[in-house]
């Protein structure tokens, strides 16, 4: 998640438009199937964002029980919708972190060759400091203050972060009602999935279970994976797990899965 984006070298302006190709097709799905760029936008949605809703070990069960099945499968339109939205409002502060991170490893390199900095480690560490400090508290498109003060079971989101879930919402309700266009997207699929396996720096989470040995089990059997996910819960509030849009937020301290998007 954080180091995809933290060793992707693509520009940070660009990182708002990583699903802007898709979004343009989206008054007309069949368009999907001729546009390369859109369909791989589509997967990386799906591959580094929607997946991970329900985590990478919960997915990946699913797939071993359903072996003739692949993750698109799994993929509703509120779960598109929800991935999106999550990346079009916390990724500027995605983005502020990893700019924060790529410092603070600089300023240890240098320390590490003897370079003659112009500031103390105590300044250096306190004007770092400060700079998180100031993405805590980074005013975000969608969501509210998340240290404001807030009623029991209040949400998170902002009246504009509900309706833009609505809209996109509805706009892959219509990709996935297009028969055509969605089958085209389930047939492209493994061979992005391929791709992944032969060039990604980070390994391909995604099993070969239906790529079964003789003897019945799978070349990915074993792997181990670390559990990741969404931990879509409002700060201060009591319980967990996933529900309406209105009840659940990202904690603002969420790690930028993002960045793995940005050609990794």
């Known amino acids: ?42 997967y990386d949605l799906i591959y580094y964002y929607a997946s991970i809703v329900y985590k990478k070990t919960k997915m990946k069960a699913w797939l071993k029980a359903n072996r003739h099945l692949s993750v698109l499968d799994k993929m509703k339109a509120s779960d598109l919708a929800f991935s999106l939205l999550v990346f079009e409002n916390y990724y500027p502060k995605w983005v502020a972190e990893i700019k924060v991170a790529r410092e603070q490893e600089g300023m240890k390199h240098d320390d590490h060759q003897g370079a003659d900095t112009r500031v103390t480690d105590k300044e250096a560490a306190e004007d770092l400091s400060s700079k998180k400090k100031r993405i805590a508290r980074m005013k975000l498109r969608y969501t509210k203050d998340p240290f404001a003060k807030k ?39 493994d061979s992005y999935i391929e791709g992944k396996r032969r060039d990604d720096v980070i390994v391909c989470w ?10 019945g089990t799978s070349d990915d059997e074993n792997d181990s994976d670390e559990e990741e996910g969404f931990d ?23 790690p930028p899965m993002v960045g793995s998007v940005l050609g990794v």
């Open 232 to 254: 879509f819960v409002l700060e201060g509030s009591e319980g967990g797990g996933k529900g309406e849009l209105s009840d659940v937020v990202t904690p603002p301290d969420l």
């Open 1 to 42: 998640m954080f180091k995809g984006l933290y060793r992707s070298r693509m520009s940070f302006d660009d990182v708002g438009t990583s699903f802007d190709t898709l979004l343009s097709v989206a008054d007309d799905w069949s368009a999907l199937r001729g546009n390369t760029s859109a369909l791989v936008e589509l």
């Open 206 to 215: 995604v099993p070969k279970y239906h790529s079964q040995d003789l003897d």
């Open 151 to 189: 009623k029991y079971l209040e949400s998170g989101w902002t009246p504009e972060g509900l309706k833009r879930y609505e809209e996109l919402q509805k706009l892959f309700a219509g990709l996935l009602r297009n028969k055509v266009a969605w089958q085209a997207c389930k047939d492209g699929w």
